[in-house]
């Protein structure tokens, strides 16, 4: 019915390069991203490093549903921003309306992904808005980013909930616990 | 800096309404989802009517968190089919992409409102595809509805969760038991 | 083989009262988790008073969906403190493993039932842990609170976001507005 | 404070053994369960070998998230049949109970580690009870498996969501398209 058409077929370096672009669009780094995560981990690890945390986040920006959910929140904010929404979802996105949580629930998407030991940092990082998120979340700045500043929390706590499954198998490695393998820990 | 800008206050009625004629402009009746929920649990209460259902469809509509869901789902729906989205987000919403599944996230958000006990029946009627389902899920059809059949599923399966908590009240009173008030079921 | 048995039925009293005389066993106190409450609400409405707080943590504590949840964890703690779970859950729960998420799965399924909007809060008094919280953290105090601290501070979150749907409906009445119904605000 | 206590220290393996023995020891066999992914799965995937489904489900068995929903629900399981729980949740389980949700949001929290795309198989063979399922879940029976038939749809669900993450890296290396590499895929 529609045969001129190519058929659909998905690429999936396609969907993993543009998160990377368009996170780079938004102007977030993955550096800054890596020091949220460095926040909320050196307590538990001091000998954490930030090349550690930046590969990390690289890791939980490889997977699909962390893919999905980046593209979908951007692509609300580009939408509110030039003010292409139907009424009333134009107001409550281009204002970050407080009673208005499918931006948390896109985040929470991600965060689930790494398991619900990430719960916690989430909405920690969430509530003060260190480093990156508080600039991504300034009002008065012209882009609206309601969607991509809880998406960026999201990211580096699944980082953090990462480092945590990692460092645990490392630490049972250097106990010479018979190891359990690649499985045990997260991808 | 946006000084001639009305503030920005929320109208709640502004967002219920718009969430019923949303869902009226893409072909969706209060009738068709009532059915789905009778589907759903005549086999359980034989005496159910279509009116409850409908009345339960109802009140599912009037939270906040469902009309977010629906309204935003609808939008990214509308804007697939205009082919308005960045690349490979519109590949990926028009074709209903398997392995996209922030349709489904979404959908999530309203049953977790009426707590776990609908998970089951909104899996069911989304692999099942019964009723106004089947319409929406045809892919040869031109309007494009990868989030819709998935609220609409999920709104359904909300309805009889709630249905289910109201019966066990009823039940309850006419055993001549001790009420616990009207928090005990959901509203 | 059980014939002697009387058909099982729900009874609803039951299941609420239990849920608020085993939270009091426990050592927690309903003000206590007000206290929370106000702790994340107040800056928001300076006029929020203790009472309104309580009031919004009996009406959390009415869902069916959060007694489950406080019963299941409230037994999994005494269990370990019993030390009658099976090894290694009996370790895992007992020493509140980091990589044991199970508690901020129970906790997450009552923040659900109000929304996406309490994803943050309980995230961030389940990372300061303060009042009650602290007490019920304390890893060198007797009880085990592994599952109850987490659960506390879901039903705050909880509590919290009720308040801030139901004050939007005030907001909107004083303004005049046409009120959607007492549908439009959680129960 | 408890000086003469051997310090608490996870090991991941006993974690892992404990949830195999578990499973085995409820009467639930690997098998069974790749059975159920290949009755939700071989509709898309004609040539998928049971082995595959085997394989798939060790994976999804072998992350730590997964294992602490199995040992706890289990756990909840063993204790509802032995009579030792508080009332009224001791009968809320051993009747599985259709209001207690805690059996399916330890399933989701399963289903969450795949991606959202796992929701709606969980719902289908949750309410079909199909294989196994349907003898776990007869209510005659003299063992309690209110957790463990949810727990065993959720591991279907996740090792189908595993397949198809994996079928279409497979069907793109085909293709002869630029790989993404190992994290792209679930682990």
């Known amino acids: 019915m ?3 058409k190519i058929p659909y077929s998905l690429n999936s370096k396609k969907v993993a390069d543009a998160t990377k672009e368009w996170l780079h ?3 977030v780094t993955i550096d800054e991203i890596a020091e949220l995560v460095m926040l909320l981990q ?3 690890y001091p000998d954490l490093t930030l090349e550690e945390c930046v590969h990390n986040v690289e890791k939980v920006l490889s997977k699909r549903e962390v893919q999905n959910a980046v593209l979908t929140g951007i692509q609300l904010d580009i939408l509110a921003e030039q003010g292409a929404l139907i009424s009333p979802l134009q107001e409550m996105i281009e ?3 407080s009673l208005y949580g ?3 629930v896109l985040a929470f998407s991600i965060v689930n992904v790494y398991g619900s030991i990430g719960f916690t940092n989430y909405g920690y990082v969430d509530k003060l808005k260190p480093g990156v998120l508080e600039r991504l979340n300034d009002k008065n700045d012209e882009p609206t980013h309601t969607f991509l500043d809880d ?3 999201a990211i580096a706590a699944s980082a953090s909930s990462r480092i945590a499954h990692r460092k645990q198998a490392e630490r049972e ?3 010479g616990e018979e190891s359990v393998g690649d499985g045990s820990t997260p991808e």
Do not use: F, Q, S, T
């Open 173 to 175: 490695k250097a106990l």
């Open 2 to 4: 529609k045969p001129e």
């Open 95 to 97: 204002n970050d309306e």
């Open 25 to 27: 669009k938004r102007g």
């Open 102 to 104: 499918v931006d948390e």
């Open 151 to 153: 998406i960026v929390g």
């Open 42 to 44: 050196k307590k538990y």
